[in-house]
């Protein structure tokens, strides 16, 4: 079985401060690994993804994130917060081998304050 | 290119009705999901179509939601009878077949049962 743990479903930071999004993973198989983005009202875009390769992943809009195995992470960090990045964040999991289920964490809600 | 598409947006029902939901995956993507997403958590699958067969259903409530892809393309769910606890956005997304490929999500159908 596969799960995701995202710690702090509400993370607020000021306009251009650090942004960190925690995610940690359980997956009895190598994963793979992706970030998504919700907008108010919209469905989900990808920001980024771990497949195999490079641990450190850059994304869309600024955002990467690092695979670190021996922590069971992967974390999403950008280094200066926009206000256009406020929007609710999921992290979630998928097996390399043996099904394509994707399996989300139950989300972060970002808020930037001016 | 275009997205993925759903329809309609919003519905609103009472209980013990029944409702559908369509959606119309992107050209050429062979791998179709539905999601429900209720209001504070992540997306849980309902069902993934590989071209019109049924990979994955397990987590499905047979009893009142059925999905079909009759030709390999678009898709329709349907909810009979509806309960309370179905409130949620109803995501529908789709993939080239991979496991490691990018889901495309739709915008998703609001559903709001009274």
């Known amino acids: ?4 743990t995202q710690l702090g479903s509400h993370v607020s930071v000021s306009e251009g401060a650090l942004v960190l999004l925690r995610c940690n993973y359980s997956s009895s198989v190598p994963p793979y690994l992706f ?5 108010p009202n919209q469905g989900l875009q990808l ?13 869309i809009n600024g955002f990467e994130a690092e695979f670190k195995k021996s922590e069971t992470s992967f974390h999403l960090t950008k280094p200066s917060a926009h ?15 043996g099904g394509s289920r994707l399996t989300f964490g139950e989300g972060t809600q970002l808020t930037v304050n001016p | 290119e275009a997205g993925v598409a759903q329809s309609p947006r919003y519905k609103i029902i009472e209980k013990r009705q029944s409702v559908a939901f369509w959606c119309n995956p992107i050209s050429g993507h062979a791998t179709l999901y539905w999601y429900q997403q209720i209001l504070g958590q992540g997306p849980k699958l309902l ?8 990979v994955d259903d397990s987590q499905l409530p047979k009893d009142r939601f059925s999905a079909e892809r009759l030709k390999g393309v ?4 349907k909810i009979q009878p509806a309960k309370l606890e179905d ?4 995501l529908c997304a789709s993939s080239l077949e991979r496991s490691y490929n990018e889901q495309f999500f739709g915008p998703g159908t609001r559903l709001t049962v009274l």
């Open chain 2, 74 to 77: 678009d898709s329709t769910l």
């Open chain 1, 47 to 59: 920001l980024l993804k771990y497949t195999t390769g490079a641990t450190l992943v850059k994304g």
């Open chain 1, 35 to 39: 970030w998504y983005v919700q907008y």
């Open chain 1, 83 to 97: 206000m256009s990045d406020a929007a609710e964040y999921f992290c979630a999991v998928n097996k390399m081998r």
């Open chain 2, 87 to 90: 409130s949620a956005v109803y």
């Open chain 2, 47 to 54: 069902i993934q179509f590989q071209n019109n067969g049924v």
């Open chain 1, 1 to 4: 079985a596969q799960s995701v």
